[in-house]
């Protein structure tokens, strides 16, 4: 199979299948334990975590392990209210773990979405005027896991900074935070949280190669929150439990691999990713003749690629063409043995349209036609010179089917 979906699963590297393996049979023992054995699991957790905090910019007391960014994204709503009235302002375009938790009526009184433009980025303007003192978090994804879009993140922190400015100086102590569900950007953007200012960050560790239901969430010293889980107060009291010693090394694990190789990956990938691009869209131009195909009398409607053209993912690649068939082009590619996505695979399993889409302005044909290709680590030159014609054909097929409808 060639496999094209990274930005939903990606498989768990060697080097973090062995770093791992030990603590599932030799290692078994619980950290929480007294004994020397278990004091070892004990330094070896601590360790991982100390090396994910390296890889963030953080100090390890502000990592707290979970079992992936949905749990993480749950428990960085989870702070103390203080007020009746408690706010929380996202974007349009959030993952479905953001808007879900955002929406749940025992966590906030008011969800604000602030607007995107066509590529996916936050309208700040919109942004600043949703901000009122009622606000207590600002939750903006760092990279789309549909579109690919980067926010721009240090310039919603200044955002998020002035209004906590204006709170102290009006002699308010209404706290406000900034969280981030940084799930797809792990191996291809900076994560250094002082460089991003953000207060809170989701990280999964199922999206870079390391293994699922695992993830992390950066929780900024000063920041108060409630625990989802309780019990046995492991991880400083948020995330009760005996701890997941073999998925947090394989995390820090799969972090480290993923950032020595961030800028030699993120190249590599630019350069396949803008290769399929271009055969696509020089194939599938309005004006380009296809001789020898008969429907839409010789040519077929013009591909749109979707998310921004400069500000996105290396790896993620989201086009529509008017007319197809998405979902059905999805079997018809698995048919072929191609494995790509129309958008978000939770969105996928619901059989919901995408609102991600719907947000950047397309209408229903443009969604319904969309295809989502994401490349990874194992991705190679070979097995895009390979999809591209088996892709042309699948579509080919789906237009002149449509047609016919």
């Known amino acids: 199979m060639i496999y094209l979906d990274y930005a939903a699963a990606t498989p768990v590297d060697e080097k973090v299948f062995a770093a791992m393996r030990p603590y599932f049979s030799e290692d078994f023992y619980n950290p929480s334990a007294a004994y020397l054995p278990a004091k070892k699991v004990r330094e070896d957790l601590e360790n991982a975590r100390h090396l994910i905090a390296i890889n963030l910019g953080a100090r390890p007391a502000e990592i707290v392990f979970t079992a992936g960014a949905t749990e993480s994204i749950n428990l960085a709503f989870n702070f103390p209210r203080g007020s009746k009235r408690c706010k929380i302002v996202t974007s349009a375009i959030e993952h479905p773990a953001v ?65 906590r400015a204006h709170r102290a100086n009006a002699g308010e102590n209404t706290p406000i935070f900034f969280h981030t569900d940084a799930s797809q950007a792990a191996g291809y953007l900076d994560l250094n949280v002082a460089r991003l200012g953000v207060d809170l960050m989701s990280l999964n560790a199922g999206k870079c190669y390391g293994p699922k239901q695992v993830g992390c969430l950066y929780v900024r010293a000063g920041v108060r929150l409630n625990p989802l889980i309780v019990g046995g107060g492991q991880e400083s009291g948020l995330r009760s439990g005996t701890e997941n010693v073999a998925g947090a090394i394989g995390f820090s ?38 001789k020898n195909i008969e429907a839409f009398a010789g040519s077929f409607p013009a591909m749109k690629v979707n998310g921004h053209p400069k500000h996105r993912l290396p790896n993620v690649l989201n086009f529509s063409i008017p007319g197809l068939d998405g979902e059905r082009a999805i079997f018809a590619l698995d048919a072929h043995d191609v494995a790509v996505a129309t958008g978000s695979a939770c969105a996928a399993n619901k059989e919901t349209r995408s609102h991600v889409l719907a947000a950047i ?26 999809v591209k014609p088996i892709l042309v054909k699948v579509i080919r097929e789906q237009l002149k089917f449509g047609s016919k409808q």
Do not use: H, M
């Open 99 to 163: 808007l879900a938790a955002a929406t749940r009526e025992t966590l906030f009184t008011q969800v604000a979405l602030a607007r995107v433009d066509k590529n996916g980025l936050v309208d700040l303007d919109d942004l600043r005027t949703k901000i009122d003192k009622d606000t207590r978090i600002v939750s903006i994804g760092y990279a789309n896991n549909e579109i690919g879009t980067v926010q721009p993140l240090r310039e919603i922190a200044e955002i998020v900074a002035a209004e």
């Open 253 to 290: 694990t799969a972090l480290q691999i993923a950032e020595k190789k961030r800028k030699s990956e993120v190249k590599r990938l630019c350069q396949l990713r803008d290769n399929l691009e271009k055969y696509l869209t020089t194939t599938f131009a309005r004006n380009d003749p296809a």
């Open 361 to 386: 302005g397309l209408d229903e044909d443009l969604i319904d036609g969309s295809l989502r290709i994401s490349l990874g680590r194992p991705t190679t030159e070979e097995e895009i010179e390979k």
